[in-house]
């Protein structure tokens, strides 16, 4: 298949916005995006000492304390001491070789068309063919890559994303944690159902709903930590979720998230990779 442009103009609040193009529709019309070679830090972790947070700058402040308790120096100097022990460096991985991902997660209508049913805890929504599926475990996203390969076979090959091909995705070059103003443009969060899919403002790259909306299962197992470890591991118990869910707040609609399946069933979806496609450049 040649590689296709789609433009569409959507509406967000009372401005319209141009949709970026895709890289590449397959023929069941899933829209992927091509991600370039770089790199990232990942597990990067520096909590904010009392000397630039929340307490301190009132603490400063006599003419207005909001009526928070005047703690001691030691306080003072004993909290900055436990957030310097608890921050981490984190460590840089390069992604070496392009690839394209899903601009979108796989949808209740793509699910259908490959594999003949709907799994999905909100399939009887109005809109429910345009919103994620969901109610899918790691299997059953294995069992729809598989099925989506033979019938793509010779055109592209598709898998899940390590989970650091996904965050390298959804940070889109960002080197800092995503804003609380991002997440809320961004983010389908804080909602009682999922939403149709691309409602939201994409990420500098094209990317549409990285957080929020399901979590998405990656290839990688889970090392039941608080971040990824520098090479992920070969065994495990189940496999690592990334993006936050749509009932989720801005504190873990984040893409340095680190979470383990198996979710709560109704939450959990996910967008595929492709690897090049056969005959194009």
Same mark, same amino acid.
């Given at each position: 298949?040649?590689?296709?442009?789609?433009?569409? @103009?959507? @509406?967000?609040?009372?401005?319209?916005?141009?949709?970026?193009?895709?890289?590449?529709?397959?023929?069941?019309?899933?829209?992927?995006?091509?991600?370039?070679?770089?790199?990232?830090?990942?597990?990067?972790?520096?909590?904010?000492?009392?000397?630039?947070?929340?307490?301190?700058?009132?603490?400063?402040?006599?003419?207005?304390?909001?009526?928070?308790?005047?703690?001691?120096?030691?306080?003072?100097?004993?909290?900055?001491?436990?957030?310097?022990?608890?921050s981490l460096?984190?460590?840089?991985?390069?992604?070496?070789?392009?690839?394209?991902?899903?601009?979108?997660?796989?949808?209740?209508?793509?699910?259908?068309?490959?594999?003949?049913?709907?799994?999905?805890?909100?399939?009887?929504?109005?809109?429910?063919?345009?919103?994620?599926?969901?109610?899918?475990?790691?299997?059953?996203?294995?069992?729809?890559?598989?099925?989506?390969?033979?019938?793509?076979?010779?055109?592209?090959?598709?898998?899940?994303?390590?989970?650091?091909?996904?965050?390298?995705?959804?940070?889109?070059?960002?080197?800092?944690?995503?804003?609380?103003?991002?997440?809320?443009?961004?983010?389908?969060?804080?909602?009682?159902?999922?939403?149709?899919?691309?409602?939201?403002?994409p990420n500098?790259?094209?990317?549409?709903?990285?957080?929020?909306?399901?979590?998405?299962?990656?290839?990688?197992?889970?090392?039941?930590?608080?971040?990824?470890?520098?090479?992920?591991?070969?065994?495990?118990?189940?496999? @690592?979720?990334?993006?936050?869910?749509?009932?989720?707040?801005?504190?873990?609609?984040?893409?340095?998230?680190?979470?383990?399946?198996?979710?709560?069933?109704?939450?959990?979806?996910?967008?595929?990779?492709?690897?090049?496609?056969?005959?194009?450049?």
């Open positions: 298949m040649k590689y296709k442009l789609l433009i569409l @103009v959507f @509406v967000f609040g009372s401005r319209l916005y141009a949709q970026p193009k895709s890289d590449y529709v397959n023929t069941i019309g899933m829209s992927f995006i091509e991600i370039k070679p770089g790199s990232m830090v990942v597990g990067k972790f520096q909590p904010t000492t009392t000397r630039f947070g929340f307490l301190e700058q009132y603490r400063r402040n006599e003419s207005d304390d909001m009526g928070l308790p005047q703690l001691p120096d030691s306080d003072f100097k004993l909290s900055d001491e436990l957030a310097r022990e608890a460096p984190g460590f840089s991985v390069a992604i070496s070789k392009p690839y394209f991902i899903g601009q979108f997660e796989v949808t209740q209508a793509q699910w259908k068309k490959v594999m003949g049913t709907n799994p999905s805890h909100f399939k009887d929504l109005p809109d429910a063919d345009q919103h994620p599926v969901e109610n899918i475990s790691w299997k059953d996203a294995q069992a729809f890559i598989k099925k989506l390969n033979q019938l793509e076979k010779g055109k592209a090959t598709y898998r899940l994303p390590s989970e650091f091909e996904w965050e390298y995705a959804a940070r889109a070059g960002a080197e800092e944690d995503i804003s609380w103003k991002d997440i809320q443009a961004t983010a389908q969060i804080a909602k009682q159902t999922t939403q149709p899919i691309g409602q939201k403002l500098a790259w094209g990317l549409y709903d990285m957080l929020g909306n399901v979590w998405e299962w990656t290839q990688d197992f889970y090392n039941e930590k608080l971040f990824a470890d520098p090479v992920p591991l070969k065994k495990g118990k189940e496999h @690592v979720l990334k993006g936050a869910p749509f009932y989720g707040d801005v504190k873990n609609a984040t893409y340095m998230t680190h979470a383990g399946g198996p979710g709560s069933k109704y939450d959990v979806g996910f967008r595929v990779v492709m690897e090049k496609p056969v005959g194009n450049p």
